[in-house]
């Protein structure tokens, strides 16, 4: 498949991947839905003019949509610091998995519990981290891992005075909630 015939699809994903419609992306970008719907499909011609405000809507650059095969395998995300944990994403934004290395600092403000469609795994490389599942409680230290279905109310959170480093993997709705939420 040509790499311009693949780049449709790539944009459709990426579109999905955030739980948008296409009158939710086309709206954002200034482009009408029927506009954006062809260029999807691969029944409208890709131009910069119409690739860049799609691009910066999703968050992601044109170099994204195309699959050069000498392509820089290294991930170029920026850190996020929010509510008391660092993140720094470890996948590409466009890929099926999302894999981050999450730090969670000592004393940060309590927050309630989430649920969400999905499923998540960590890691922990170092320090405690207490994960709150329902009305339990674990604490988890270097070297262990835990797996569970995030529409169980659940919190994590670093145990004690120092971080908690965790590798964590979740799909797209996690990561919206992560990383997106107020």
Known sequence: MDELQRL???LRAARQDRGWTLEDLAARAGMSTSTLSRLESGKRQASLELLLPVTRQLGIRVDDLLDAPDRDPRVHRTTIR???MTIAPLTREASEVRAFKITYHPGAP???????????????????????LAER???LGRGEAAEFDT???????????????VISIFNTVGERLHLHST
């Not at 529409?151 to 971080?163: C, D």
Request: negative net charge; glycine residues 10%.
């Open 8 to 10: 449709g699809p790539r």
């Open 82 to 84: 929010r509510d008391g």
């Open 110 to 132: 309590e927050c309630e519990l989430q649920v969400h469609e999905g499923h998540e795994w960590l890691y922990v490389l170092s320090g405690r981290l207490r994960l709150s």
């Open 137 to 139: 409680e674990h604490v």
């Open 151 to 165: 529409t169980v109310p659940h919190l994590m959170q670093a145990e004690g005075t120092t971080p908690c480093e």
